[in-house]
């Protein structure tokens, strides 16, 4: 289940699923993929949280419930509901159903699941079929986070393995309950990540910290996440929520279009050279000058007053 509500100007996406540690189904995927589009274009809602309920983050993908499953984690379960309270619990382990990734160790036995009508015998795999599952899969769920036009915060509640580490890590701002955990289990299962977990850790934390994270999938406390810059802040798991809460409506009631901007410029100076990000910054520069909040913020030092961003 996927509960979403929009309050103070703030999206929070939950997910609720926390039997099976919020390992994602491909319909809850789904749904949070078309969340976060709605966010972009939604004028109401100008910050966006990412935070689950029970003792796990999310860990991974749940390679046991297609979209046609009739179990619990069957659809998106969709519904308006408030933020989660996450107990915060940690686990070393995620549940034996869960992938801990994207959809790569997928076997032949589930390719009806993932790339056939639900209910047909599965066939054989043929090359391509993993590289397609991946882009259409967790890479999307990952691009979503990153390419949303709002700033998108992760409060960690819990274990985030695999895909699930990098759903919180493809977020803008990352705040982590103490007994959170972070673990890259690829290695351990004998699979190269997925999910983007190569392209974002060497930026987070250089490409030695980033390998040795990979090569040996150790779990990772939320103390020496954040020492490692993998989170922004380490909050006694009582104050999760109003930690997310605070930074979420300060946010809110920031310049949105200029934070979506200067999001844009910061995740494209990591790929490009000097001249293609200064091109970048004096064109986000232009087309900022042309919103009400650049003009407000201007006036409102101009006048010696707090400035009143609308969001336009």
């Known amino acids: 289940m996927i509960l979403h509500t929009t309050d103070n100007a703030v999206l929070w996406i939950t997910l609720n699923r926390p039997a099976a540690l919020n390992a994602l189904t491909p319909d809850q995927r789904e749904r949070v993929i078309a969340l976060l589009s709605d966010a972009s274009a939604d004028p109401a809602?100008?910050?966006?949280?990412?935070?689950?309920?029970?003792?796990?983050?999310?860990?991974?993908?749940?390679?046991?419930?297609?979209?046609?499953?009739?179990?619990?984690?069957?659809?998106?379960?969709?519904?308006?509901?408030?933020?989660?309270?996450?107990?915060?619990?940690?686990?070393?382990?995620?549940?034996?159903?869960?992938?801990?990734?994207?959809?790569s160790d997928t076997r032949p036995t589930e390719r009806g699941t993932h790339g056939g009508a639900a209910g047909t015998r599965p066939t054989e795999r043929v090359v391509g079929d993993v590289a397609r599952m991946i882009r259409q899969g967790a890479q999307?769920?990952?691009?979503?986070?990153?390419?949303?036009?709002?700033?998108?915060?992760?409060?960690?509640?819990?274990?985030a393995a695999g895909l699930g580490a990098h759903l919180a890590l493809a977020c803008d701002l990352v705040v982590a309950a103490e007994s959170a955990t972070f673990i890259e289990v690829?290695?351990?299962?004998?699979?190269?990540?997925?999910?983007?977990?190569?392209?974002?850790?060497?930026?987070?934390?250089?490409?030695?910290?980033?390998?040795?994270?990979?090569?040996?999938?150790?779990?990772?406390?939320?103390?020496?996440?954040?020492?490692?810059?993998?989170?922004?802040?380490?909050?006694?798991?009582?104050?999760?929520?109003?930690?997310?809460?605070?930074?979420?409506?300060?946010?809110a009631t920031g310049p949105t279009r200029a934070l979506a901007l200067t999001k844009q410029l910061v995740n494209a100076s990591l790929d490009g050279d000097r001249g293609a990000a200064f091109a970048a910054e004096a064109a986000a520069q232009e087309i900022n000058m042309t919103t009400a909040d650049a003009r407000e913020g201007v006036a409102s030092f101009?006048?010696?007053?707090?400035?009143?961003?609308?969001?336009?």
């Open 186 to 251: 690829f290695a351990r299962r004998g699979l190269v990540p997925d999910g983007g977990g190569a392209y974002l850790l060497p930026r987070l934390v250089g490409p030695h910290r980033a390998k040795e994270l990979l090569f040996f999938g150790d779990a990772v406390t939320a103390a020496d996440a954040e020492r490692m810059g993998l989170v922004n802040r380490v909050v006694p798991d009582a104050g999760l929520e109003k930690a997310a809460r605070d930074w979420a409506e300060r946010l």
């Open 140 to 159: 999307r769920l990952i691009a979503a986070v990153m390419d949303c036009e709002k700033p998108v915060l992760a409060a960690v509640n819990g274990t």
């Open 45 to 103: 809602v100008r910050a966006v949280v990412i935070t689950a309920t029970g003792r796990g983050f999310c860990t991974g993908a749940d390679l046991r419930a297609g979209a046609g499953d009739g179990g619990p984690g069957r659809g998106d379960g969709d519904g308006d509901g408030g933020p989660g309270r996450g107990e915060g619990g940690g686990d070393a382990q995620p549940p034996r159903h869960a992938a801990g990734g994207g959809e």
């Open 302 to 312: 101009v006048e010696r007053r707090r400035p009143t961003y609308r969001g336009r």
